[in-house]
């Protein structure tokens, strides 16, 4: 690391990792919630890769928790049964729920039978978040295409802030993975991935390359090198 | 720092000053003791710092924002905040009893107040944060370089901070302002001064006296240590960048 960089009062270029406090000498119109203001400077909130694009300034983050958001699809493992009502961890500081009626639009058993038949303790699932309001657990909900219970394959546990990286530009990175291995990956926006193949072993190299993408998402050229990395593997 | 640490040298020096007008470690008035940071080192933490001030080894590990448990203990416009300062058994010539005491029942609330400035807890209601924060050993200003390693810790996860904070030591020993005491200095000097700052906007987010001292010593003591500071936010900086090093 040159001493450069470690002053603040230089020009910042784009892809630059900026951390708590640090000032951005940027003028912009635009900022993401993870800056702020201060006597119209603007100053970084976290740990992150800056990103200026034609007036807006960015701070793509490095680590953190996730957050649910109105519309996001996460997979999730039941924690527990309520009366009407699973309760779904989905790797958030806030613990989902799941209500009966967000399920199944058919009611043909009786209610509480079904709630005990329908997702056990354990089970993984596909959810919608429908609902998520500040300091309010948030509602999510199965009725949607390719969503509900997720039977067999390897869950993946990794950071949420890198799941736009799994996923790559315009899913350019999941789909690399997919026809590589011949795996079906699910990617939940919370940090959990479903790796579902015929075979242990090609699961355990999709398992190693998604760490990989984890651990190197800030580095350039992270496609060439798990395209290379895969084809290397699956030899 | 007190009676606890009384152990920790045989006994007393006669003087704190060497004949060169040097301190017994060699140092100048205003030298820091050598600094070591590294970011990053737990894997199963969400953020994690090791600092190695002098002979103080610390390792700080970061947990949250996370469910809190008991739910009543939640505050709903914010998150919580808990620190726990711990002493290894071994972080002392002596053997320490181990567990919470009295003093380390202090510190963790002291630290806890120094952080809490800095984060933006409101963003994250009804959660908790926790740092834990293990003394592995110690030279003496733990508490200055437990507060400088946690807010590292938490940058490292990820939360978002209004800024970091550092934290250092000044003090007066036989008369003379000096800078980061050490243990015997501590024990036998006149006074002690921690202070914690925001460095960015020099916000003091903690200060302790513990001694006599002129206002004039206060002014030029507090002056020196807020200037440490900044030294010591430098090498901050470098740390959390060299994690994520391209």
Redesign the interface.
């Known amino acids: 690391?040159s001493r450069k960089?470690?002053k603040e009062n230089i020009e910042l270029e784009s892809r630059v990792?900026v951390?708590?406090?640090?000032?951005i000498n940027q003028k912009a119109r635009r900022i993401d919630e993870?800056l702020?203001i201060e006597n119209g400077e603007i100053?970084a909130?976290?740990?992150?890769l800056l990103n200026v694009e034609n007036n807006k300034v960015e701070i793509v983050?490095?680590?953190?928790?996730y957050?649910p958001k109105e519309g996001d699809v996460v997979l999730g493992v039941i924690k527990d049964i309520m009366p009407m009502t699973w309760v779904v961890d989905i790797n958030s500081?806030?613990?989902a729920l799941l209500p009966f009626s967000k399920t199944t639009s058919t009611r043909n058993e009786s209610e509480k039978i079904i709630t005990e038949k329908m997702f056990k303790v354990g089970d993984l699932i596909a959810a919608k978040v429908e609902i998520f309001k500040?300091?309010i657990n948030p509602i999510l909900t199965t009725l949607g295409a390719g969503l509900g219970k997720k039977r067999g394959g390897r869950l993946v546990v990794i950071n949420p802030?890198k799941i736009p990286r799994v996923i790559g530009r315009k899913g350019s990175m999941i789909s690399l993975i997919m026809k590589k291995t011949n795996c079906e990956v699910t990617v939940g926006k919370n940090g959990f991935i479903l790796v579902n193949c015929n075979d242990a072993n090609k699961e355990l190299i999709v398992y190693e390359a998604l760490k990989k993408i984890e651990r190197e998402s800030?580095?350039?050229g992270l496609t060439d090198r798990i395209n290379t990395f895969l084809e290397e593997k699956m030899k | 720092m007190n009676e606890e640490m009384s152990y920790m040298l045989e006994k007393k020096p006669e003087k704190l000053f060497r004949d060169d007008g040097k301190r017994l470690s060699g140092r100048d008035l205003f030298e820091l003791r050598p600094i070591k940071m590294k970011v990053g080192i737990l894997e199963n933490a969400d953020g994690s710092a090791f600092i190695e001030w002098g002979k103080n080894k610390i390792i700080v590990a970061v947990y949250g924002p996370r469910e809190i448990h008991p739910k009543h203990m939640a505050i709903p416009t914010q998150a919580r905040l808990r620190c726990r300062y711990n002493m290894a058994a071994f972080s002392t010539s002596e053997r320490k009893k181990p567990g919470p005491d009295r003093r380390s029942i202090e510190l963790s609330k002291v630290i806890r107040e120094a952080l809490v400035p800095a984060l933006l807890l409101e963003k994250f209601p009804k959660t908790v944060i926790d740092v834990f924060i293990e003394v592995l050993e110690s030279e003496g200003g733990t508490r200055v370089a437990s507060i400088t390693a946690a807010s590292l810790a938490l940058a490292d996860s990820g939360l978002p901070m209004k800024d970091l904070v550092t934290a250092v030591a000044a003090g007066k020993i036989d008369g003379k302002i000096v800078l980061d005491l050490d243990s015997a200095e501590d024990m036998y000097g006149e006074a002690d001064l921690p202070i914690a700052i925001m460095p960015r906007r020099k916000e003091i987010t903690l200060i302790q006296m513990d001694g006599k001292m002129t206002p004039q010593e206060l002014r030029l003591a507090l002056g020196k240590a807020i200037e440490a500071c900044q030294q010591i936010y430098e090498m901050q900086k470098r740390a959390l960048l060299e994690r994520y090093k391209i």
């Open positions: 690391m960089t470690l990792i951390i708590p406090g640090q000032k993870n702020f100053y909130e976290r740990i992150g983050p490095l680590k953190g928790k957050l500081p806030y613990t500040y300091g802030t800030h580095i350039k």
